[in-house]
């Protein structure tokens, strides 16, 4: 591609086409009577006189700065020939320079305006005075679209935290914005929010800000709340938890009553068939019996060991013994005989003597008995059903 060359030295004429010799150039702020200078060469190290005098030929070195100018041409006596203003250098040696409005008119049927770029450099940039513009419109090598931004980095970028007006005769209706806080979609006005598909309502939020869901809800990702008068008919179902749960810190255990760990939860494995044990203090854990092992059917069997009661073991207490002595008397015969010694012819009699009652001295004693041996009491229990209805759930730890 080849390109037209431009001015190298500039040169003007006067009326009848000879050099201007001795012209006088002033050039000043575009808008403005306000000098602003130009220069003599490409590096703009050395200001240019203001006005510009014209050689023998009319001509002079005038190169441009960043600004935009207005130039206004005299003749040597000072007289004003013409006045141009918003005059602007190219941003770059090959770029052509224009002025003015600039009406591109095609009739064919290819593209009235095509722009080819074999460099490296952005496509299209339309920017405002300042030089160079941090908020032009451009278009970058891959076709990127930025608006108030030099890099944009979507096919569209709306940057400066600019915003999107779907609007009416200038009016916004619906507005897209960012700042740094939040993205917004904004509808202006008594105005709700619709998200249609396949020609039906979804969606609706009203203006008042109820939201009606036409169809089932399913959260795949992210967080869903409910909140106030608002209600969801139809199958809410959630696959995965993010969202809200993001805000749950990494390294936060939790129980959960199912198999598997949620998305974003590791599952551990380092308890199971235990119980849970409510504490106020420390958590840790312990003890050495399996849950189901423990919580099961027992029987209740055994023996007492053997005891030998002692002296103090047993119950105060008396023994009586009742014995009756009746007593008994001890008898003697005395014969006496009238007449006589005794013992002869004469009346005799035979006479009984009592000695009178006596007490034996009868003594009563109790004898031990028994040989103060020890004994066990045997005893069986029917069985202690301790089978607890439980569910299991798993321990999981935040990612």
Sequence with gaps: MTVLTPVAKMQFLDASGAPLVGGLLYTYNAGTTTPQPTYTDSTGATANTNPVVLNARGEANIWLGAATYKFKLCDANNTEIWTVDNISAPTTALSPVLSGNVIIDSSSSGAALKIVQTGTGPIFVAQNVNDPDTTPVIIDANNNLGIQTTSPGAALDVGNAGSIWLSNNGVARTIMSADASNSTFAANGARGIILSTNGSNQVTVSS????????????????????????????????????????????????????????????????????????????????????????????????????????????????????????????????????????????NTNQTINTGSQVTGISVSNSSTGGGGGHTHSFTGTAINLAVQYVDVIVATKN
Excluded: E
């Design 208 to 347: 008042a800000g109820a939201t009606t869901l036409a169809g089932a809800l399913t959260v795949s990702t992210g967080g869903a709340a409910i909140t106030g008068d608002s209600s969801i008919t139809g199958t809410l179902t959630a696959t995965t938890f993010s969202g809200a749960w993001a805000n749950i810190p990494a390294g936060t255990v939790m129980l959960f009553v199912q198999t598997a760990a949620p998305t974003g939860w590791t599952k551990s494995t380092a308890h199971d068939n235990k119980a849970l044990r409510v504490v106020s203090g420390a958590a840790s854990s312990g003890g050495s019996v399996a849950f189901t092992t423990a919580f099961a059917s027992q029987a209740v069997t055994g023996t007492n060991a053997s005891y030998t009661l002692t002296t103090a073991d047993i119950p105060s207490h008396t023994h009586t013994a009742t014995v009756t002595d009746p007593g008994h008397v001890h008898s003697y015969s005395n014969f006496n005989g009238t007449g006589g010694n005794g013992y002869g012819a004469g009346s």
